[in-house]
């Protein structure tokens, strides 16, 4: 789903006189939509203008007093946040925390939900309806427990445990979209495939993974933004003090620095610069991967 | 959903089926293979820590329970009004779920009948794509005691309204965190509601229109009647939202100032990080069952219409 264009709902204006009796028959709505975008933008758009400006303006003046010629921008907050606030330290390791956390999911949730949709064995809708029962159960229900495996294997604060961590509670959202992707995959494709002596094997990988971008695509931009965008499972699994990723480090900051918006402005759009990218390259996948996560 | 069962028996299957006792035939190696190591991770790092912290909720028998439900104020009291983290959960459920409701329709009906739709439907959509944790930087910042710094105070200013520190008076707190959160979440409601006003042929709507129904008749009697099955499936995922709300409510006010804008995922973790694990467990498993009822109707959904988002 993209944000697509509106359906005719009315036909085109023939005269000019009609066309402006509409203009000024819609103003309303034209007036009630530039506030409602003013109310979404305003907030991210003074944050925004904020991080580019010198700490002694700031805490004289609003952000708003651009508009009054202010003009005096700089990049000392980024360069404070990124060096001496070890933010880019963070940024390394929200990459670190991410990029795994989401290929293991992708690649588990596949493989599942291949042997969910498509390979014959007993109790496997009673199995994949325990497996899809599991998008209940909320992260809290198991973080207490995990600590103490995680001990107990030796990976508590470590990186891999994290992963771990974030892998599992991926899978039942995961293999959930995608079983009930590849079920809608056309069956005498897979049937010809089988007659052709292909094994389950090839088939995932030849036939079905090929056709499945797009269901994949959702998945892994959906379980993306989630780990980026994580506070609970890094506040607990994370490793201290040196691999904490950036939402920690700014929940960190707020404690400690409560009031010093010239370093909390640039770190929250630091962590928001990777999702902005995603938003604005991918939108298409973007939107349907949050709608299809909406379940979880 | 019910299509699971059309695979067609694949013959070694069967062939397996005939000879080997019964529970374990029809396992063939693929099936290990492909279901194999998600089923190992969910059982060892899902299933088995889940079935732990029941266990350990019950630590005192039905103690915690007890406590929690009747003699603790910070999660629940009993007054008039209610307060504590349950109280506030509800009342995010009614306020936040209904206002991302409300505003999306109303977005989504504005935004159909102008050309720049998409351009709309970005702005609103675009914080859903932001960490809560900035949001709630964001959010913080405009709610800013200093009238110097937040937006809102600053606005108030013109109309010499003195600032107020909306996220440090008990009694401005969770209004302010709720819109806060419709902000962030409204999007998603607009997204879904837009595309189902499409779904509406325009020949029904020119029919009203000609037999002379007003634009509020329409509204009422034909658009939202039509829209109840993607308000349902919106309010089910912001319930679920409200109770797993944990990011926004800890960096915007860690439930404070007191106790007053405390819910229960923020209680469970301040619980947990204070070491007092068995109690910590009771609140996970209270948000468990509160959380089984909203995913019954879920997956009886998806049962009844084969259809995710």
Known sequence: MTFGESVAVERPPRTMGERITRMVSKAPIHVALAIVGLIWLLPTIGLLITSFRPTSEILSTGWWEIFAGRLTFTLDNYTEVLGSQGMLNSFINSVIITVPSTILPVGFAALAAYGFAWVDFPFRDTIFLIVVGLLLVPLQMTLIPLVEVFAQMGIFGTFLGLWIAHTAFALPFGIFLLRNFFITLPRDLIEAARIDGASSWNIFRTVVLPLSVPALASFAIFQFLWTWNDLLMALVFAPRPGGLPMTTQVQGLLGTFATEWHLLAAASFLIMTVPLIVFFSLQRYFVQGLLAGSVK | ?309
Not at chain 2, 1 to 25: E, G, H, I, Q
Not at chain 2, 96 to 124: F, H, P, S
Not at chain 2, 245 to 268: C, K, R, W
Request: net charge positive.
């Open chain 2, 1 to 309: 959903m019910s299509t699971a069962t059309a695979t067609p028996t694949t013959s070694t299957a069967d062939v397996a089926r005939s000879r080997s006792p019964k529970f374990l035939s029809g396992w063939s190696l693929a099936a290990l293979i492909f279901i194999g190591p998600a089923i190992l991770v969910l059982t060892v790092f899902m299933v088995y820590p889940a079935i732990r912290t029941i266990i350990l909720s019950f630590e005192n028998g039905l103690g915690n329970y007890v406590q929690l439900l009747t003699a603790d104020p910070r999660f629940i009291r009993f007054s008039f009004p209610p307060s504590g983290s349950l109280w506030n959960n509800i009342l995010w459920l009614l306020f936040y779920t209904g206002g991302c409701i409300v505003i999306g329709l109303i977005v989504a009906v504005m935004a159909t009948r102008v050309r720049y739709e998409r351009i709309v439907k970005a702005i609103v959509f675009l914080p859903m794509a932001i960490a809560s944790t900035a949001l709630a930087v964001i959010w913080r910042f405009v709610y800013s005691p200093d009238a110097d710094t937040g937006l809102l105070n600053a606005i108030l200013g013109i109309f010499s309204v003195s600032p107020v520190s909306w996220l440090g008076n008990a009694g401005f707190v969770n209004t302010a965190l709720i819109i806060a959160g419709i902000w962030g979440s409204a999007g998603f409601a607009v997204v879904i509601l837009s595309a189902a006003l499409k779904g509406i042929s325009s020949e029904i709507l020119e029919a009203a229109r000609m037999d002379g129904a007003s634009e509020g008749q329409i509204f009422r009697r034909i658009i939202v009647p039509m829209l109840s099955l993607p308000i349902s499936v919106i309010a089910v995922t912001l319930t679920i939202n409200v109770v797993k709300l944990f990011d926004l409510v800890y960096v915007m006010t860690e439930g404070g100032p007191g106790n007053s804008s405390n819910v229960i995922a923020v209680q469970m973790y301040q619980q947990f990080s204070a070491r007092n694990f068995d109690y910590s467990a009771t609140v996970a498993v209270v948000m468990l069952i509160i959380l089984i009822p909203v995913m019954i109707f879920n997956i009886r959904r998806f049962r009844s219409e084969r259809v995710v988002a």
